[in-house]
Antibody, heavy 118, light 110 residues
Framework: EVQLVESGGGLVQPGRSLRLSCTAS????????MSWVRQAPGKGLEWVGF??????????EYAASVKGRFTISRDDSKSIAYLQMNSLKTEDTAVYYC?????????WGQGTLVTVSS | QSALTQPASVSGSPGQSITISCTGT?????????VSWYQQHPGKAPKLMIY???NRPSGVSNRFSGSKSGNTASLTISGLQAEDEADYYC??????????FGGGTKLTVL
């Protein structure tokens, strides 16, 4: 059974950093693109970025709203994807979901809430 | 990358059919056949309902169907049921190798 479990969310002050983790199980993690998607309170879904598999260079792509502030990485030996968030803004407050990305998001984690507030 | 355009809300009575549209551009919806649809109930993670425009994942009811014409994709739900009441989002691959979502549509079953 495919499972994705996010962790690392919490309350953080504007301008600070936070790192989220997504622990995967039930599939060969290293073979897949992994995306992060967020949802601000009461708002719609917003794609944040993804990381390709090592087969395709492990390169990343980001939404314009987070480019230069957020970094996605992966540790295939541990089946974990990371989202490093720097220079956080109040508008980054959202539930952050980890998803398996095959051109469609076929599996989702339960999400972790990040609140950016002073 | 601008969000895809969806109606904010649609409604229908049990047993009826509804269609939700998703309009993009020739750089996303019109560029690839990588349009997908997600159902989200309050407080829950989204669930994949349709992928590659018109394919259903295993376990998704055949009451859900998808199509595309030009830069507009559509999700149709036939034989509407109370449990279909949820938010629905479309998503597309883009020509710049990113992903984009629609703004979401709230479906109310009357």
């Amino acid at each position: 059974e495919v499972q994705l479990v996010e962790s690392g969310g919490g309350l953080v002050q504007p301008g600070r950093s936070l790192r989220l983790s997504c622990t995967a199980s039930g599939f060969t993690f290293g073979d897949y693109v992994m995306s992060w998607v967020r949802q601000a309170p009461g708002k719609g879904l917003e794609w944040v970025g993804f990381i390709r598999s090592k087969t395709y260079g492990g390169t990343t792509e980001y939404a314009a709203s987070v480019k230069g502030r957020f970094t996605i990485s992966r540790d295939d030996s541990k089946s974990i994807a990371y989202l490093q968030m720097n220079s956080l803004k109040t508008e980054d407050t959202a539930v952050y979901y980890c998803t398996r990305d095959r051109g469609r998001f076929d599996y989702w984690g339960q999400g972790t809430l990040v609140t950016v507030s002073s | 990358q601008s969000a895809l355009t969806q109606p904010a809300s649609v409604s229908g009575s049990p047993g009826q059919s509804i269609t939700i549209s998703c309009t993009g551009t020739s750089s996303d919806v019109g560029y690839y056949n990588y349009v997908s649809w997600y159902q989200q109930h309050p407080g829950k993670a989204p669930k994949l309902m349709i992928y590659d425009v018109s394919n259903r994942p295993s376990g998704v009811s055949n009451r859900f169907s998808g199509s595309k014409s030009g830069n507009t994709a559509s999700l149709t739900i036939s034989g509407l049921q109370a449990e279909d009441e949820a938010d629905y989002y479309c998503s597309s691959y883009t020509s710049s190798s990113t992903r984009v979502f629609g703004g979401g549509t709230k479906l109310t079953v009357l």
